[in-house]
C-alpha cells in the first residue's frame, strides 16, 4: 500500500491535518470521475471550479473533519498521477508487458489520467486549427484588400480619363463608391457567416463534451452498483457459512450429548449387573 502523504489543510485555525491513504485517494478519484472537471482546459475557471467542488465534497466526507483545499487536492492528484505512471513504465521495460491486475484505484486513476491527457491534445489540437484559421483570414483579408486596390486604382484611372474627354466626373465618382460598398458589404457578410460558423461549432464540442460527461458518469455509477452488489454477495455468503458452522457445531454437541448419555447408561445397567451377581 502506498505510504501516507500528510497535507496540511488551510483555511483552517488549527490547520488540521488530512490523511492521504488508500482509501481517501479513492473517494477522491470517484469525486473527481464524477465532476468531470479533468474534460476541461488546464488552468481554466471550469476546471478550478471543479477542483473546489471535489475539495468541498471531501472536507464533509471524510471522517477525519478537515478541510480540504482545492490545491491540496490537485497536488495530491498530480503526484499519485505520475508515480502511477512511473510504475507502470517500470514494469513495461521490465517484462514488455503489464504488470499486476489494476486495483480499482489504480485503474480509476489510470482512466483519469487518460482523459487529461485527451484533453491537453485536444486543446493543442483546437490551437492549432485557430492558428491557422486566423493566418487563412488575415492572407484572406490582403489578398481582398489588394484587389480592392487595384480596382480603385484602374477605376481612378478611368476616371482621369473620361474626365478629360467628357467632362463627366460625379457619375464616374459615383460608380467607383458603389464598388467599394459592395466590397465592404461582402466582407461584413464574410465575417457574420464565419462567427456563426464558430459559433456553432463551439456549440456543438460543448454538448459533445456533455454528452462524454454524462456518459462517464452513468459508467461510474454502474461501477459502482456493481461493486457494491458484489460486496453484499460476499457478505451473504460469509453470513450462510457462519450459519452452517453453527448448525454443524450444533449437531456435533448433540451427537457427543448422545453418546455420553448412552456411555452413562451402559454403566450403570454393568454396575446393576455386577451388584446381583455378588449377591
Known amino acids: 500500500m502506498e505510504s501516507e502523504l500528510l497535507v496540511t489543510a488551510t483555511e483552517t485555525k488549527k490547520k488540521a491535518v488530512v490523511?492521504?491513504?488508500?482509501?481517501?485517494?479513492?473517494?477522491?478519484?470517484?469525486?473527481?470521475?464524477?465532476?468531470?472537471?479533468?474534460?476541461?482546459?488546464?488552468?481554466s475557471r471550469e476546471r478550478g471550479?471543479?477542483?473546489?467542488?471535489?475539495?468541498?465534497?471531501?472536507?464533509?466526507?471524510?471522517?477525519?473533519?478537515?478541510?480540504?483545499?482545492?490545491?491540496?487536492?490537485r497536488d495530491h492528484f498530480t503526484i499519485i498521477a505520475k508515480r502511477h505512471q512511473a510504475k507502470v513504465a517500470k514494469e513495461e521495460r521490465g517484462t514488455g508487458l503489464g504488470g499486476e491486475e489494476l486495483t480499482e484505484r489504480e485503474a480509476l486513476l489510470e482512466e483519469l489520467v487518460d482523459i487529461r491527457d485527451e484533453t491537453e491534445r485536444r486543446v493543442e489540437e483546437e490551437a492549432g486549427v485557430r492558428r491557422g484559421n486566423a493566418e487563412a483570414e488575415r492572407s484572406q483579408a490582403l489578398e481582398m484588400r489588394e484587389r480592392a486596390m487595384e480596382r480603385y486604382?484602374?477605376?481612378?484611372?478611368?476616371?482621369q480619363g473620361e474626365l478629360g474627354q467628357y467632362k463627366t466626373p460625379p457619375e464616374k465618382k459615383r460608380r467607383s463608391s458603389s464598388e467599394m460598398f459592395d466590397w465592404l458589404k461582402e466582407r461584413a457578410l464574410n465575417e457574420r457567416t464565419s462567427r456563426e460558423k464558430e459559433l456553432e461549432d463551439k456549440r456543438e464540442e460543448r454538448e459533445a463534451l456533455k454528452e462524454e460527461r454524462n456518459i462517464l458518469i452513468e459508467q461510474m455509477k454502474a461501477s459502482q452498483t456493481q461493486w457494491q452488489h458484489q460486496l453484499l454477495q460476499v457478505q451473504e455468503q460469509q453470513q450462510q457459512q457462519n450459519q452452517q458452522q453453527q448448525q454443524q457445531f450444533g449437531m456435533l454437541h448433540q451427537q457427543m450429548l448422545s453418546m455420553m448419555q448412552q456411555q452413562q447408561q451402559q454403566t450403570q445397567l454393568l454396575a446393576s449387573l455386577l451388584s446381583n451377581r455378588d449377591k
Open 153 to 159: 486604382g484602374e477605376t481612378r484611372q478611368r476616371l
Open 19 to 43: 490523511v492521504w491513504n488508500e482509501k481517501n485517494d479513492l473517494i477522491m478519484l470517484r469525486e473527481v470521475a464524477a465532476d468531470g472537471l479533468l474534460q476541461h482546459k488546464a488552468g
Open 49 to 73: 471550479a471543479g477542483w473546489q467542488a471535489v475539495a468541498n465534497n471531501l472536507s464533509s466526507s471524510l471522517t477525519s473533519g478537515s478541510e480540504v483545499t482545492s490545491r491540496a487536492v
